[in-house]
């Protein structure tokens, strides 16, 4: 990243440049794009309610006048200009929608005014010199896993490496696109108003976009929808609103919601604000709204106490052709891979195998080798791309590369259950695993590990992936907090290797191991109170819990 990218701005200078890389960004990549192109199936559509597309508009009517520019560069079924109230409704309206299927009869017609302009195309066809007062947007959602081809392909939305503002970071999804883009149509003193899912609050990529926005403009406002801001998608979302002011030096307003209920009642705009000026915005820590102070001394994060480097655990080429469940081939090795299989808090034995080849390969597997490969060779164009390209390139397709385990382990996917399991035999683990060894103290720090401190902090660090399910990324995993063993007194220590000693056996779907975690908690909450000079509650916890998991 350049100095640019990754610092505060400090003189107007910077601000101008910054904008003329984007400039030349888009210019170079998005033109001579004019070209219809075979629509992708991950479009990235998720749809805006009418609750939530009448508080966005809220937030700009007032600036709307007879002669102001509007854009949406994602229109989806009109959502946002169709609910303009009618007094400001007729001024200048330019939609652009990619997805043709969208575009019926009443948009058609709705758009068949003088002052109303729909383009069926790609917003990033839309030539940037040509500028709006006001942008509304609801722009589509598509990790960079899946940039790789189609109409969002990175060949059409990422510059080549010779221009400066190649430092868009890798992992961007593509909303972070067309937020750049969009501030590059506003006017000096437009209005950006947009609806994001939040992950841009705590990735490295939003760290990006952060510095972004205080280097073109002021984001007036964040509007977090922590459970979700959609009717039909359960993630978190964020409502921003961005002023195109260059030297502005305001702080930002970050309001806390749950969902759309709170927007129905406007129960969740009562409370005043949290301020955050730029320094304060670029550090704030948006997962840190618990009753426990997560910042205190008595934690570490958990990559600081390991002994090893956390890691995943061992990937096969293709699950459904490289893991079994039975050892019908002799170089079948054992491999933990099914979470509900594992019945307590300690691995007694393998649930699965995973067909690991070395330089010697039995007749019978290269029988079934050479079945597998022709399956892959025959799948869908867009199915198995890698082991595809290895097998053209003659490489060893087949090698599962086998990584050591840790003592504990943990499955990154979070329900009800969100369970550090003992691995005192290092069982090799799957990669639906995290490994992490630690080796002092294990069945105190197994008790730690599965106290309710630990997994409020893992649910404040996961995301939401709709049905109830979570997910907790590897970099997000390694700061989870965990207390220090050091900061707790030798008797408690004893205490917790006891009650670690119960939990290792105990059914992990009983009432038997919460009787036990509520003990571990007890004793964790009067170490958490003296070091803190607090008075937090078990019931304080135990439903800061209930948020997460019903």
């Not at 003329?20 to 998720?46: A, C, I």
């Not at 990422?158 to 590059?184: A, C, G």
């Not at 969100?418 to 294990?442: A, G, T």
């Not at 070091?531 to 509650?537: A, D, E, M, P, V």
């Amino acid at each position: 990243m350049t100095d640019t990218i990754s610092k505060p701005y400090k003189v107007d200078d910077l601000v101008q440049s910054f904008e003329e890389q984007l400039e030349l960004f888009f210019s170079k990549n998005f033109e001579s794009k004019s070209k219809t192109p075979e629509l992708d199936e991950n479009l990235g559509q998720v749809f805006t309610s009418p609750v939530l597309a009448k508080f966005m508009i809220s937030l700009f009517k007032e600036k709307i006048q007879s002669n102001s520019k509007i854009l949406d560069p994602c229109i989806g079924p009109n959502t946002f200009f169709k609910l303009l109230p009618i007094e400001v409704s007729n001024c200048f309206l330019k939609g652009i929608e990619i997805d043709k299927s969208l575009i019926n009869d009443e948009i058609e017609k709705f758009y068949n005014n003088s002052k109303r302009t729909l383009i069926k195309g790609s917003f990033f066809d839309l030539d940037s010199k040509e500028k709006f007062d006001l942008i509304i947007q609801n722009p589509p959602y598509v990790r960079q896993e899946l940039l790789a081809n189609g109409v969002n392909s990175k060949s059409n939305i990422k510059n080549d490496l010779s221009i400066n503002y190649s430092s868009i970071p890798s992992q961007s999804n593509l909303y972070i696109y067309f937020l750049l883009k969009s501030i590059l149509h506003l006017n000096d003193n437009g209005i950006m108003v947009a609806v994001i899912y939040d992950s841009w609050l705590y990735s490295s990529f939003g760290k990006f976009l952060k510095n972004s926005f205080l280097k073109l403009g002021h984001l007036e406002s964040i509007y977090h929808f922590k459970k979700s801001a959609f009717d039909n998608a359960d993630v978190g979302a964020t409502v921003i609103k961005f002023i195109k002011k260059k030297n502005n030096r305001k702080s930002t307003s970050y309001y806390s919601l749950n969902d759309l209920n709170d927007l129905k009642t406007y129960n969740g705009l009562k409370d005043k604000p949290l301020k955050l000026d730029s320094k304060e915005f670029l550090a704030y820590s948006f997962n840190n709204t618990s009753v426990i102070n997560f910042k205190s001394n008595l934690f570490k994060p958990l990559k600081s106490i390991v002994s090893k480097s956390i890691q995943r655990g061992t990937s096969a080429i293709v699950n459904n052709y490289f893991i079994f469940s039975e050892k019908i081939y002799p170089e079948l090795k054992p491999i933990v891979k099914n979470i509900s299989k594992i019945k307590t808090y300690k691995i007694a034995e393998d649930n699965s195998y995973i067909l690991a080849l070395n330089n010697s390969i039995s007749d019978k597997t290269k029988q079934y080798l050479n079945s597998v490969k022709n399956n892959i060779l025959n799948a869908p164009e867009d199915k198995y791309k890698a082991v595809k390209q290895d097998i053209a390139q003659n490489k060893k397709w087949y090698q599962v590369k086998i990584k050591s385990s840790g003592n504990f382990i943990f499955n990154y996917y979070l329900r009800n259950n969100i369970d550090f399991i003992y691995n005192p035999n290092k069982h090799l683990s799957s990669d639906n695993f995290y490994s992490v060894n630690i080796e002092q103290s294990e069945l105190a720090y197994l008790a730690i590990l599965n106290s309710s401190f630990t997994r409020l902090n893992i649910l404040n660090n996961s995301r939401s992936q709709g049905n109830g399910l979570r997910k907790i990324q590897l970099y997000e995993f390694k700061e989870v907090k965990v207390i220090d063993i050091k900061n707790i007194s030798s008797e408690t220590i004893k205490e917790l290797e006891g009650l670690g000693k119960s939990l290792m056996t105990s059914n992990r779907y009983d009432n038997q191991q919460n009787e036990i975690i509520k003990q571990i908690d007890s004793i964790l909450l009067n170490e958490y109170n003296n070091y803190n000079n607090s008075s937090i509650g078990i019931d304080e916890l135990i439903n800061e819990l209930k948020e997460y998991i019903k």
